[in-house]
Each structure stands twice: as C-alpha cells, then as structure tokens.
C-alpha cells in the first residue's frame, strides 16, 4: 500500500470512530427511565408509573373487579391480580389511570381455581393488574436497584 493510501485509510478510521463515539453518547442523552414513583399526598402509598416501552416489555395485562350474585354479593378478582406481602398481607394493584399503579390491601375470603373471592377491596368496576403484578411490586420497592 501506498503511504498516501495509508493516510487516508487512517483517516478515514478516525473520522469512523469519532463518529460512532458521537452517536454513543447521544444515545446515553436519550435514556429512559422505564417507571417513576410518585408520592400520594397523605397516603402511605406510592403511584408506580411506567413508561409505554416498559408496559409492552412486562406484558402488563389488566382486568376489572366484578362482582357476583352470592349471599352476600362478593367481588372477585383474578388469582393473578392477588400479590402476598412479607407479613402474609394480601394485596392488588389498582390501575387508576393508563399505566399507573396503586397497591391496595385486601382481605380475601376464599379462592376458587383462579378466582380469588373479597370480603373487602377495591369496589366492583375497579380495574386492577393481573399479569405483571411481581414486576410493579418490584418496581415499588425499588428490588434490584
């Protein structure tokens, strides 16, 4: 090789690499975070918020409480909606708005296959997470951060 092809060889070389050194750290300016946690003004609560990107990669499914004609009328929720606490407390989470997340203590009377039977929770209508619920709950307590 020539030495003038060598230069700009080298040249070239380097306008790559400053190049792709440039791109590198726009992308880093471009970082999203993937939730929030908003505090819930005299609550002991938090909102978990996601981003759209981090609901598609979790897979965040969601259904409504409903409530059924026994004596007396009960509300149900699915099994996957139900997350269990350090001290045995059973929870769900709330999903009051797109992608937001509140955890909600209920009391549970009895489950049935995949349906889990209150005696107290969140009124019938109410929407609540039932694919996902492990990650919110990770995502409120910051596990793994």
């Known amino acids: ?75 149900v929720v699915p099994y996957g909606a139900l997350i269990y606490g350090p001290e045995g407390e059973t929870w769900v989470y709330t999903c009051p708005q797109p992608r937001v997340f509140v955890r909600y203590e209920v009391d549970v009377d009895h489950i049935e296959g995949d349906r889990v039977f209150l005696n107290d929770g969140p009124p019938a209508g109410t929407v609540v997470a039932t694919v996902g619920v492990a990650e919110i709950y990770g995502t409120e307590f910051e596990i793994g951060h």
């Open 1 to 75: 090789m020539k030495p003038q092809n060598r230069w700009i060889v080298a040249i070239l070389v380097l306008a790559v690499l400053q190049f792709w050194a440039c791109q590198k750290k726009d992308d880093a300016h471009h970082f999203e975070h993937p939730s929030e946690l908003e505090e819930i003004e005299g609550s002991e609560f938090v909102r978990v918020i996601f981003t759209e990107r981090a609901m598609e990669r979790i897979g965040v499914q969601t259904a409504e409480i409903i409530e059924v004609s026994q004596s007396p009328l009960q509300k």
